[in-house]
């Protein structure tokens, strides 16, 4: 803005023989506001129109009175309150738009008529009484008297013979709330926050007496801890990135994050990292195993979960694996030393003999068959399918379900298969073969790897038999007296089971049956 002092220093510098050009570099201003200003003949005071200001009628000018006799008669009263009562006496007069005027007005008039002394004196008389109640020096009938007998009165000064000093302090805001005393003075009392003193009066106002005084977050469970959370969780990281329309071949934080909101189960990311490591799992890790890159993982996945949910009495669905090959070495494990005593395996060991276990979970009765075998191969296969064919002779269907390695998906296997469900038509009695195999790299839903989990930790781990017969003796031991247990006690492989098994052995997209310290 142009000042009086620039147009002075322009008229001392003004000489016939300056240009106005040069001028207005000399005063670093320009050259059209010195035209102005030169034609003129006036400074830039003089040019200027005095503001005019609007002025609006007092809208509490006649209420006024009424409010100034009840500060006096409360001087805690606040302007809220005020405000509530003038338009519950005029109604349809003031809009809410003028509390705020209100407000201002009432506290230029306490600045005005009240000095500090007074407000210091009103504070400490307040504080004094609050004393009293958190003392208990004051007695039902003097409360009830003084505070107009507000509702729950009895039941809140119960809690005022609390240990608990929290209980104590909620009663002395809501009795000094009703008492009139401002918020601030009562949290300074206090010493606690005045959004906490806030919250105390909000859950008072709703008759929420038994929410108040709770003394802890019952019935309430962390995601991190609720099954259907973790669950959701690995139900989503199972599946491919793809399915759910996202360039990626593995999953990372963000997109695992965004998803589970998208789909209702939002969970923040720490949570989402809790629950992962408490299976076991690094992140590194979960990218790798976690994950199956099968484009049909979601139509093979639902094939199987048809099956397993209209499957018959006389059906049966077999989890098929092979364990091994391992060799016979003293092996490694956790195990109870005592004080001093140094726990190691020789790092290298001459072994004694090579084992492969291929065995059958039958989902149904938990019953579990299994052989050893020379190596992996669709032989295997073929001797594993007669065996179930001779022990479950009379069924109506066998369920084969398996990972993706190619000895199970060979040619020659499909043949004999196909060649036992033509003799169907000539011995109806037969049981019917159907495959129903696993997505590609999706052995977290192999249930059998559970069985193989609890067997390994049993008698594998810390073992260090002589020969491969005396492993073999300690296998079918393990298999047989599981076997047992179940046949006394039916129950289908879906929950927690024998006890041996690290993992749940169950049948859920959400599960992973993979134990990571095995193996």
């Not at 001093?340 to 009765?365: D, S």
């Not at 019953?367 to 022990?391: A, G, P």
């Not at 479950?392 to 036992?420: C, I, P």
């Not at 098994?501 to 990571?516: A, L, T, Y």
Request: aromatic share 8%.
């Amino acid at each position: 803005m142009i000042t009086d002092e620039q147009i002075l220093q322009v008229r001392n510098l003004l000489k016939p023989t300056t240009s106005l050009k040069e001028l207005a570099i000399v005063t670093d201003m320009d050259a059209k506001t010195l035209r102005k200003y030169l034609i003129l003949g006036k400074l830039p005071s003089e040019c200027r129109i005095p503001h005019v200001w609007r002025t609006c009628p007092d809208p509490f000018e006649d209420v006024w009175p009424e409010v100034v006799d009840e500060i006096k008669q409360n001087p805690n009263v606040s302007s809220v309150l005020l405000f509530r009562s003038l338009q519950a006496s005029h109604p349809c007069r003031f809009s809410e738009g003028q509390l705020r005027t209100l407000q201002r007005k009432v506290k230029n008039w306490k600045e005005t008529h009240s000095d500090e002394e007074d407000v210091r004196c009103n504070s400490d008389a307040a504080k004094k009484w609050m004393l009293e109640i958190l003392s208990s020096n004051q007695s039902l009938h003097s409360l009830t008297q003084e505070l107009n007998n507000p509702p729950h009165l009895s039941n809140l000064i119960k809690y005022l013979k609390s240990d608990r000093l929290v209980d104590r302090k909620k009663i002395v805001t809501i009795l000094s709330k009703q008492k009139g005393i401002p918020n601030r003075i009562i949290a300074d009392f206090l010493e606690l926050d005045p959004k906490t003193t806030r919250r105390y009066s909000a859950l008072y106002s709703k008759d929420d007496i038994v929410k108040l005084f709770a003394r802890e977050r019952s019935g309430i469970t962390k995601k991190r801890d609720d099954p259907a959370y973790i669950n959701a969780l690995f139900t989503t990281l199972h599946r491919p990135p793809c399915t759910y329309e996202i360039n990626r071949t593995s999953w990372k934080m963000d997109d695992l994050h965004r998803i589970l909101a998208e789909i209702g189960w939002g969970m923040s990311r720490q949570t989402i990292r809790a629950i992962v490591r408490k299976a076991g799992y690094k992140w590194r890790q979960a990218r790798r195993v976690l994950t199956s890159k099968d484009p049909e993982y979601k139509q093979k996945l639902e094939r199987i979960t048809s099956i397993l949910q209209c499957i018959g009495p006389r059906d049966r669905f077999f989890s098929i694996d092979e364990y091994g090959p391992f060799y016979i070495t003293r092996k490694r494990g956790r195990k109870l030393v005592a004080p001093g005593e140094e726990h190691t395996v020789p790092q290298h060991q001459k072994a004694r003999g090579r084992l492969i276990v291929t065995a059958a979970l039958e989902l149904g009765t938990n019953q579990v068959t299994h052989f050893y075998s020379e190596n992996k191969n669709t032989n295997e296969m073929i001797r594993l399918l007669e065996v179930l064919l001779k022990e479950y002779n009379g069924m109506d269907a066998l369920y084969l379900s398996w990972d993706a390695a190619s000895w199970h998906l060979s040619k020659r296997f499909f043949q004999r298969v196909e060649d036992h469900n033509a003799l169907r038509i000539t011995q109806p009695e037969l049981p019917r073969i159907e495959l129903a195999p696993l997505p590609s790299g999706a052995q977290f839903l192999n249930v059998i790897e559970s069985v193989f989990s609890g067997m390994a930790r049993a008698i594998i781990h810390n073992s260090d038999y002589e020969t491969c017969r005396e492993a073999m003796c300690a296998i079918d031991k393990y298999f047989a007296e599981r076997n047992a247990y179940f046949r006394l006690h039916p129950k289908r492989a879906g929950n927690k089971i024998w006890g041996k098994e690290r993992v749940e052995p169950s049948f859920s997209e959400g599960n992973n049956c993979k134990d990571p310290l095995w193996r």
